[in-house]
């Protein structure tokens, strides 16, 4: 038997952002909430991802508008440099708050 509170809780859960839902991206969109930029290495590095793995999740998350992707040089080395885009920032904030109240309102 569910109670109204938990059927609100599974709504917001039907309701979440399934390109941020994804454990990778999930993380990819985390860290890049708290940095102002991030390059390509820098997030191998943290996530542990490869860089096809990597490439792949940053691939659809910029596709959906969520990260921008920026490539140049440092020095003469190539750089990819990416950052969350306002409506990625905006979209993790959602998903965020969707989350924390479909979970907190699940009965313990």
């Keep these: ?17 399934r390109l941020i839902h ?3 991206r999930l993380q990819i969109v985390a860290l ?3 940095l102002d930029s991030a390059d390509f290495v820098f997030l191998s590095q943290q996530t542990g991802f490869t860089w096809g793995n990597l490439s792949a999740h940053v691939t659809k998350l910029e596709e959906g508008g969520y ?3 920026e490539k140049g040089y440092k020095g003469r080395r190539p750089q990819t440099m990416l ?14 708050q969707s989350m924390k109240l479909a979970l907190d309102e699940l009965p313990e």
């Design 1 to 17: 038997m569910t109670t109204p509170e938990m059927s609100d809780s599974l709504a917001a859960l039907a309701d979440i952002d």
């Design 22 to 24: 994804e454990p990778a």
């Design 32 to 34: 890049l909430y708290v």
């Design 67 to 69: 990260v921008k992707v």
């Design 83 to 96: 950052r969350l885009t306002a409506k990625g920032r905006k979209a993790f904030q959602a998903y965020r």
